[in-house]
């Protein structure tokens, strides 16, 4: 949702800062979703634990996939801005669309340590059957990133800088509730 309400708002500001956000976008979505097995993992372990009755076993599954979700995050932050320029290159942007898709994607892996912690975050509270928390902050997130997003690129005219800002600044509120 981050990525299509960027879509919106962005798409306003032409064609190239359009395609720039394509560009980033894409590789944002494969490399984030690289990483659901965080979710999945973490509500099995944390599930088996509180099925046996071992609350205190489920907290520490629960902490461990977020331990594990930092270093993934950051890891994929450090990567990810060493090989920034060459992703973009491989995904064939235009000499016009590379400088916005650079800015997006550099920004944006900001946040991937806020989005791993998420995931496990949201696996932690599914294996506890709290399906009710993650939704609330999944909502209440995406509407932040919308009025952060307005503020920013409108408001700030910031451009695309703040739309990935203001992107980045909602996955960190999530992951810290």
Known sequence: LYVL???????????EPLGGLGVAGSVLTAAFGVFNFLAYGTTAAVARRIGAGDRRGAVEQGLAGVWLAIGLGFGLTAIGLAAAPWIVEAMGASD???PFALTYLRISL???????IMLAGVGYLRGTQD?????????????????LELLFVYGFDWGIAGSAWGTVLAQTASAVV
């Not at 993650?134 to 932040?144: E, H, M, R, S, T």
């Open 131 to 147: 399906g009710r928390t993650p939704l609330v902050i999944a909502v209440g997130a995406n509407l932040a990133n919308v009025a």
């Open 5 to 15: 309400v960027d879509t919106a708002i962005v798409g306003h500001l032409g064609t």
């Open 96 to 98: 016009a669309v590379r």
């Open 110 to 116: 900001l946040g991937a340590p806020m989005v791993t």
